[in-house]
C-alpha cells in the first residue's frame, strides 16, 4: 500500500510547502473568539472520514513525515480506498483547495482554518469538493481519497492527515485527537465519530471568563441561549449567547447588557459559535439583557438589581 510507495516524495518535497502556504495566518473567528480558544479546539476535531468507518493510521510509514503527521487507509488492497469521502475533523473555512503542482508532494490539497491558529491538512486527494474561502461544517465532504502527488510520484491512495498550531512549520505540527483521544501513535485503528456537530464546545463560563456563575437565561427558540452571568469578586455581569445551530458556520448572532443610568453595550456579528462576552459594572443595580441567534430574539425587563 502507500507506505512502501510514498516514501519516494522525500523530506525536500513537505518542507517547501511551509514556505509556500500563504493560508498560514488567515481566516478565524473574529477577534473576541480567537486568543482563549484554543485548548477548546484541540478537542473538538473528529476523525476526517464519515460517522462509523473504520480507518487505520500510520505516522511512521513514510520517510516524508516531519513529525506527527498520519497516513490513513481501510482497504485491504492497494486501490481499495481510492474514491472513499474525505470530511471535514472540524468546522472552519477553507484557505486553500488546489493542486500543489510541482511545489511539494501534497498534489491535490484541502486546508481548513479552524481559529485560534488551528488548521487541519488533507493531502493526495483524488477530488476536492470545496473552494478557497468557503465555510465547512464538521463532517462536512470535502473530497476523496486519492493518490495525486508531485508530478514523477507513485504513490498509492491514502489520505495524508495533518493538524498543525500556529506557523512554525514543522514544530507546530501538533498530535492528532479524534473524539477527545489523543492518536495511539504510532499506528491505530480509529472508528470514526464524526457523526454531525451538534453541541457547542463553549459554555457561558469559558465565554465570560473566570469567576462568572450563571444567574439566568433564556432560550433562543432551537438556535441558541443567551445567558446572564455575574462575578461575586468583582461586582460585574456579562451576557453571552451560545449557539445550538450552525455551529462552526458564521451566522448573525448578538449578546447586550445594558446597566441602568448606563449606555447599552453590544457584540453583534457573524459568529461560529458564540457571541460576546460583554462585561459591565452592575454591583447593586439593575440591567437589562438579552441576545439573538437565528431569528429568536430575547429581551429582559431591568431586573437582578441585587
Known amino acids: 500500500m502507500k507506505l512502501r510507495a510514498i516514501a519516494i516524495a522525500g523530506l525536500a518535497l513537505f518542507l517547501s510547502v511551509a514556505a ?18 484554543a485548548s477548546i479546539m484541540a478537542t473538538n476535531f473528529q ?21 506527527w503527521e498520519i497516513d490513513f487507509n ?4 492497494a486501490d481499495a480506498d481510492l474514491g472513499d469521502p474525505v470530511v471535514a475533523a472540524a468546522a472552519g473555512t477553507v484557505v486553500i483547495s488546489a493542486h500543489q503542482g510541482s511545489t511539494n508532494g501534497y498534489g491535490n490539497l484541502v486546508k481548513i482554518d479552524h481559529g485560534g491558529g488551528w488548521a487541519t491538512y488533507y ?6 469538493s470545496v473552494s478557497e474561502g468557503a465555510t465547512v461544517s464538521q463532517g462536512q465532504k470535502i473530497g476523496t481519497v486519492g493518490n495525486t502527488s508531485k508530478p514523477g510520484n507513485n504513490i498509492s491512495p491514502h489520505l495524508h492527515y495533518e493538524v498543525r498550531l500556529g506557523t ?9 485527537v479524534f473524539n477527545g483521544t489523543t492518536f495511539g501513535y504510532p499506528n491505530q485503528t480509529v472508528t470514526s465519530k464524526n457523526c454531525g456537530n451538534t453541541t457547542n464546545p463553549y459554555t457561558p463560563q469559558e465565554v465570560c471568563g473566570a469567576g462568572y456563575d450563571v444567574i439566568d437565561s433564556a432560550a433562543l427558540g432551537t438556535s441558541g441561549t443567551v445567558y446572564l452571568l455575574y ?4 461586582g460585574n455581569n456579562c451576557v453571552a449567547t451560545l449557539k445550538k445551530t450552525s455551529l462552526g458556520t458564521a451566522t448573525a448572532t448578538s449578546a447586550y447588557l445594558e446597566v441602568r443610568g448606563s449606555s447599552r453595550v453590544t457584540d453583534s456579528g457573524n459568529f461560529s459559535y458564540y457571541a460576546g462576552p460583554v462585561r459591565a459594572a452592575a454591583a447593586d443595580q439593575c440591567v437589562k439583557w438579552g441576545g439573538k441567534a437565528g431569528s429568536s430574539t ?9
Open 20 to 37: 509556500a502556504d500563504p493560508g498560514e495566518e488567515s481566516g478565524g473567528d473574529p477577534p473576541n473568539q480567537v486568543t482563549a480558544d
Open 47 to 67: 476523525l476526517p472520514f464519515p460517522c462509523g468507518q473504520a480507518w487505520t493510521g500510520n505516522s511512521n510509514g513514510s520517510s516524508a513525515h516531519l513529525s
Open 74 to 77: 481501510r482497504g485491504s488492497t
Open 123 to 128: 493531502a493526495h486527494l483524488n477530488t476536492r
Open 168 to 176: 512554525d512549520y514543522p514544530s507546530n505540527i501538533q498530535k492528532a
Open 231 to 234: 462575578n461575586s469578586g468583582n
Open 298 to 306: 430575547y429581551d429582559s425587563i431591568f431586573e437582578h438589581c441585587s
